[in-house]
């Protein structure tokens, strides 16, 4: 029921240069990624479903954003202000300076912060999902990982939009009414791009984005 989100761009945010789909409600995202090594997605909720508690202060769709335009990452996930945002879960990667990767998870009152290992992993919603829910979705990704090495990006695209047994309630593309998967959006990084696509599963419309990505090596001459 809301408005459809804006196919993705390069936007100037706070003097930078950020690629992100744009929320056609409050005008932020959900998802995005720099030139200069920052990748930022955020999730519904921490660690399970919680009671609303409005007003919320901002929506957080802007905490995206700030993340993205943060001058220092791990500074931003440790001291930004939080208070009267509605719970969410952050995956962010920085590969500025040197790669790391980070989890954020604010539940209303407490945030919590972990750095993640080298490795794939899947996340779900907490406010969508139960545990049951989630439980299956880990299943299902690691039957896949035993089936996928090469992590091709056409792949990946292909179980979030497949990946179930075939009930629509808990499969990956979801359809609960007027609940339901809207859009896949994948980030791909290679030595020359940070692209990003975006399937509009409504109308069945893909789009990309791309700039040119910055190495380390770049990074530290520029």
């Given at each position: 029921?809301?408005?459809?989100?804006?196919?993705?761009?390069?936007?100037?945010?706070?003097?930078?240069?950020?690629?992100?789909?744009?929320?056609?409600?409050?005008?932020?995202?959900?998802?995005?990624?720099?030139?200069?090594?920052?990748?930022?997605?955020?999730?519904?909720?921490?660690?399970?479903?919680?009671?609303?508690?409005?007003?919320?202060?901002?929506?957080?769709?802007?905490?995206?954003?700030?993340?993205?335009?943060?001058?220092?990452?791990?500074?931003?996930?440790?001291?930004?202000?939080?208070?009267?945002?509605?719970p969410?879960?952050?995956?962010?990667?920085?590969?500025?300076?040197?790669?790391?990767?980070?989890?954020?998870?604010?539940?209303?009152?407490?945030?919590?912060?972990?750095?993640?290992?080298?490795?794939?992993?899947?996340?779900?919603?907490?406010?969508?999902?139960?545990?049951?829910?989630?439980?299956?979705?880990?299943?299902?990704?690691?039957?896949?990982?035993?089936?996928?090495?090469d992590?091709?990006?056409?792949?990946?695209?292909?179980?979030?939009?497949?990946?179930?047994?075939?009930?629509?309630?808990?499969?990956?593309?979801?359809?609960?009414?007027?609940?339901?998967?809207?859009?896949?959006?994948?980030?791909?990084?290679?030595?020359?791009?940070?692209?990003?696509?975006?399937?509009?599963?409504?109308?069945?419309t893909?789009?990309?984005?791309?700039?040119?990505?910055?190495?380390l090596?770049?990074?530290?001459?520029?």
């Open positions: 029921m809301r408005k459809p989100a804006l196919m993705p761009e390069v936007y100037d945010v706070a003097g930078k240069h950020i690629m992100f789909p744009k929320d056609g409600e409050a005008g932020g995202t959900w998802i995005g990624a720099t030139p200069y090594g920052r990748v930022v997605c955020l999730m519904n909720g921490a660690f399970v479903r919680h009671e609303r508690e409005l007003p919320y202060r901002m929506s957080r769709g802007q905490v995206v954003l700030d993340a993205l335009t943060a001058d220092n990452l791990e500074d931003f996930l440790q001291n930004y202000f939080l208070e009267k945002i509605e969410f879960t952050i995956v962010a990667f920085d590969w500025e300076n040197e790669f790391q990767r980070w989890e954020l998870r604010w539940d209303g009152k407490q945030r919590h912060i972990k750095a993640l290992p080298h490795e794939p992993q899947i996340w779900s919603s907490s406010t969508l999902y139960d545990d049951e829910m989630h439980d299956k979705r880990k299943k299902w990704f690691a039957e896949w990982l035993s089936e996928n090495t992590y091709q990006v056409n792949r990946i695209r292909n179980f979030h939009k497949t990946a179930g047994d075939g009930n629509p309630i808990t499969d990956l593309r979801t359809e609960r009414g007027f609940l339901r998967t809207v859009s896949v959006t994948t980030i791909e990084k290679s030595d020359l791009t940070v692209k990003m696509t975006y399937e509009d599963l409504r109308t069945e893909t789009d990309t984005a791309e700039f040119p990505a910055f190495t090596e770049k990074v530290a001459l520029r």
